[in-house]
């Protein structure tokens, strides 16, 4: 994640940084030694077809409405200086060729890849990512939580030429962390003009950035409403890099708003999408079933994963009256019967998650578990805000006739069966649960305008445990703010702060178990279930290498990881198997070379 300035001119930001002389005690650093994770035989061409729920409200990636399940479609493949391998977590090349480590352990110097240009032609220049900066920065991008960590985490950019530059933190750190926070994205200069004017928001809503990565927004085939199209970027400059051999192979990605996933089913299986997303035990085990799986026409993939979990569970916004109170928390917490869901529903294929923070080794403080279905706990912990009477409907009121009653935000309705439990569950406590399913634009609009009561949510992680943007008072009770709960605890922020401030690789590993222990003792989030695998179910006629994900991915068919591919030859002869009833292959592929 990335930052912005107030607005400079770049034509003084240039004379600041012009007469910068490079160190000559450098030692350059690169990694093409790693093995590649793609098939370097993988053909290229054909469009891969697939959807998402809701039509984006805008093209922009930061600012009001831009944090959608879209924009992934648009950074999963936009890189940085540099990128981490999957398989590894080793530095690995994207903008830049080679990084050099400053002994001032805040800052580290790049030389940029001179192949290396934007969508549109023009060349990526060190210019861009000072540019970055401001843009970041800027109070008219209208994204506060940039606007804060950009100014607060970054120092500066440092120019030396075209293609070499520092990025200065504001702050030391450890070595471990440094590349990950240094790598910045580069913003082109010369789209925005080196300005970014206070119609930012309006004017670029559905503009097309130029982008340095394989995919860009086909501008000509979108179909509000329907459908948009990413193109692959013609001649693009990085198609032979060492890591990109194999990856990045269709020519389209033709993403189609279809609002209901039963339908969204019944177009797959008809081979109008090309893959499914099949964490869901109900798809997994009774819908992916039939002629066209027992045939191998249809492929199952369940592979194993060894990364950080997705914090999946129940975000309770502490701004709402009910639960500014820690009482009614643990006492939400308590009558959440996870494991009924776990059982009941989801097949035993996921285990409980302990808490928001689990799956980053020695970050992951041990110890910490989930508040566990306890009826009796529930109701002690209602009775002690004086809630000890149930109304005639059998939920809990207190002596001005106010029920525990709450709402819960959803966004999808593959989640109804499992808050159908949940709700149930919560019922025999005494609370009562509504369960509110939003399109999920809308719906992640309302969540980060902080007008749910309780959100149900998992949100994306990062190479280490992130505590500021989701529970530092400095993003509560702010709109387009992560920080849903609205945790605003000035012990709280002290750690947080601390954290961000340490040095030292043992120093951010203790304040990590120690914020980790606050959030989990503040009771802001009800974790819920975790699955250390994904699961992909897709048409035989899409290839994947030998090895059919990495550690660190969540999906072998998601933009950013490109390992996929068409075959055609393998399309032909699947159609011929079909007119014939003849198998085509194996049709489950369990993969578990990463299994923990």
Known sequence: MKTFIAMMLWSLSCVAVAAATLPKDIKWETNTEDEQWADLEAQKGGTYRTWVNSYPLTFRTVGPDSNGAFRSFILDHAWSLVGTHPNTANIIPELATHWAFAPDNKSMYFKLNPKAKW??????TAKDFVFSLEFMRSKNIVAPWYNNHYT?????????DDHTLQVLLSKEMPKDDLYFYTSIRPVPSHFYNNTIGEDFVKKYNWEVEPVTGPYIVDAKSVKKGKSITLKKVKDWWAAKEHYVIGRYNVDKIRIKVVRDQNVAWEQFKKGQLDRFAAAS?????EKAIGKEFDNGYIKKLWFYTDGPEVPRGMYLNTAKPLLKDINIRNAIAHATNADRVIEKVLRNDYTRLAHANVGYGEYTKPGITA?????????????????????GDGIFVNAKGQRVALD??????????????????MKKAGIELNLK????????????????????MGWSTN???????????DNANKPQTNNITNTSDKKLDAVIESYRNAITREDR????????????????????FQASYYRDIYWAYWKLPKVPGAKLYDSSFSPGTGIFWLDKDAQKKLEEAEDNNKKFGESVIINKKYKR
């Open 152 to 160: 607060e985490f970054y120092d500066k950019i440092v120019v030396f």
């Open 437 to 456: 399913l939003m399109d999920s634009a809308t719906g992640f609009k309302s969540i980060l305008e902080k007008q749910h009561d309780i959100a149900w």
């Open 463 to 473: 190479l280490r445990p992130t505590f500021w943007q989701g529970y530092h008072s």
């Open 281 to 285: 035990p109900e798809i997994w085990h």
């Open 119 to 124: 969508s549109d032609g023009k060349p990526l």
């Open 509 to 528: 590993i203790k304040l990590a178990h120690q914020a980790q222990q606050m959030i989990h003792d503040l009771g802001v989030f009800i974790p819920t």
């Open 371 to 391: 508040r566990e279905f306890n009826i009796k706990k529930s109701t002690e912990y209602l009775a002690q805000s004086g809630f000890n009477k149930r109304g």
């Open 408 to 425: 819960l935000t959803y966004l999808s309705d593959i989640d109804t069966p499992r808050l159908v439990v949940i709700k149930e569950e």
